[in-house]
């Protein structure tokens, strides 16, 4: 089964059959990224805009990659420099936009479900590079195919991911697509962060930071989401890093585990520098990972025709 969708907004969406589809899609890409002339041209002629209402620096600067090496018309959209800051709306903002014969949007914006009210107003596809508490579906991605070159498989894997859970789109796009193909996942973080009701999602909440990490074959860490909390969760950074900081002596209870975060890391918080930079880290394979699955994500939308050249 390929992929017919007009958008990308969520992996809640998205059938086993499809997220695999992006994946081998996304390997392909990988490839290209490693050639002296990382160019195809694959979406000459079409026209990407990053729709950024929110600071970004690695989802942002690798969608602008991901088009550019695509051969497509990338342009970067602030908000602080729009006239969204003179009370223009938001679809009045995307209209003007879509008027200048835009073929994607890529969007990241500070409120749940901002992603698909654009994409229900629009003819241009739409990617959801992030939108509030709900989902980020390429981060997703690329976190499945970065496991799954360094696993060398996704179904039967267990993956834990520690820290704060419920103010993470991160951690509700990995929830979930990771089961859908196989992935066994442990939830571990404090009980202010993590979500009152997981019976929906299916996956395991682990008691201590000892049960979370014993076994697994991947271990992500979550940064806490200050920015979208209304008040802190925590007594204090440092008790935080006692008892939900992966450090060496918790990583010794599953040798084989690689490392992941999705950025920005608070060394010394939710993850040691020396873990972070540690050999079993694939914090950096992950962002190469993230242009793949990027110009995979563009290349599906723009167009499903065309052979990747």
Known sequence: MSYSRKDLIGMID??????????????????????????????KGKTVVNLFFENSTRTRTSFEIAGKRLSADT?????????????ETLIDTVHNIEAMSTDIFVVRHAYSGAVKFIAENTKASVVNAGDGLNEHPT???????????????????NVAIIGDITHSRV???????????????????????????????????????????EGADVIMTLRIQRERQGKLLIPSVKEYARYFGLNAARLRLSNN????????????????????????????????????????VLYTLGTGQRGIE
């Open 75 to 87: 342009v970067n959209f602030s908000a602080s420099a729009s006239s969204t800051a003179k009370g």
């Open 257 to 296: 585990a690689i490392v992941m975060h999705p950025g920005p890391i608070n060394r010394g918080v939710e993850i040691s520098s020396e873990i972070a930079d540690c050999g079993q880290s694939v914090i950096l394979p992950q962002v190469e990972s993230g242009v793949a699955v990027r110009m995979a």
């Open 171 to 213: 951690a509700r796009s990995n929830i979930w697509a990771m089961p859908r193909l196989g992935i066994n996942l442990r939830l571990f973080g404090p009980k202010t962060m993590l979500p009152l009701c997981t019976d929906p999602f299916g996956v395991k909440i682990c008691g201590n930071m000892e049960e979370a990490v």
């Open 14 to 43: 998205l059938s086993k059959e499809e997220i695999l589809h992006l994946l081998d899609t996304a390997e392909k890409f990988r490839e290209i990224n490693h050639r002296d002339v990382k160019k195809v041209p694959t979406l």
């Open 139 to 157: 981060q997703s991605l690329l976190d499945m195919l970065t496991i799954k070159q360094h696993k060398g498989r996704l179904e039967g894997l």
